[in-house]
T-cell receptor
Framework: NAGVTQTPKFRILKIGQSMTLQCAQD?????MYWYRQDPGMGLKLIYY???????DKGEVPNGYNVSRSTTEDFPLRLELAAPSQTSVYFC?????????????FGPGTRLTVL | GENVEQHPSTLSVQEGDSAVIKCTYS??????FPWYKQELGKRPQLIID?????GEKKDQRIAVTLNKTAKHFSLHITETQPEDSAVYFC????????????FGAGTTVTVRA
């Protein structure tokens, strides 16, 4: 199993540009999450999904959108990038308590907005 | 929503000594408390977790204790080694339907040789 994968690893955007961060998991997990981690800070929840077709806002959703058309994929869309969105983005998934509460993280995408 | 506070923000210990990191949470309904270790430039990885029906859990050199009454939990690392140097995050979950986690701000642990 590849676990949780993310692409790209690094990206530089100009202010106002848009992009999609890709996330996929092959563990058949229903629950998926997007976090951002600013330097020296903890992880803040952006959006999450409890299953295909269901998404909800987390703590810091402004400027982002998500979709969940399949169990495996959970892309994060940035519209009109701003310098405040410079961060490292982590995708995570869990099977829930029936398997384990453990959230498995992807390797992260380091995004810089200039 | 849940609010998790973590102390200290940095911790320097001599190799072989113990390290203790403490977290408090605000929602008494929280029932799952994981600890993650993040090495520089890497993803967070679970090192130990505890559920609200357990007061202590140990795995080799690491242990976690939970005090539900006081709403705090702690990570204990004994016989620290250089490879224990990393950022450690505590988290709490009060959402049995979506398993969302609220994270502390992290503790940077440096083990001095």
């Amino acid at each position: 199993n590849a676990g949780v994968t993310q692409t790209p690893k690094f990206r530089i955007l100009k202010i106002g540009q848009s992009m999609t961060l890709q996330c996929a998991q092959d563990m058949n997990h229903n629950y998926m999450y997007w976090y951002r981690q600013d330097p020296g800070m903890g992880l803040k929840l952006i959006y999450y999904s409890v299953g295909a077709g269901i998404t909800d806002k987390g703590e810091v959703p402004n400027g982002y959108n998500v979709s969940r058309s399949t169990t495996e994929d959970f892309p994060l869309r940035l519209e009109l990038a701003a310098p405040s969105q410079t961060s490292v983005y982590f995708c995570a998934s869990t099977g829930g308590v029936t398997l384990s509460n453990e959230q498995f993280f992807g390797p992260g995408t380091r995004l810089t907005v200039l | 929503g849940e609010n998790v506070e973590q102390h200290p923000s940095t911790l320097s210990v001599q190799e072989g000594d113990s390290a203790v990191i403490k977290c408090t949470y605000s929602d008494s309904a929280s029932n799952y408390f994981p600890w993650y270790k993040q090495e520089l430039g890497k993803r967070p990885q679970l090192i130990i977790d505890i559920r609200s029906n357990v007061g202590e859990k140990k795995d080799q050199r690491i242990a976690v204790t939970l005090n539900k009454t006081a709403k705090h939990f702690s990570l204990h690392i004994t016989e620290t080694q250089p490879e224990d140097s990393a950022v450690y995050f505590c988290a709490a979950s009060d959402s049995p339907n979506d398993y969302k986690l609220s994270f502390g701000a992290g503790t940077t642990v440096t083990v001095r040789a």
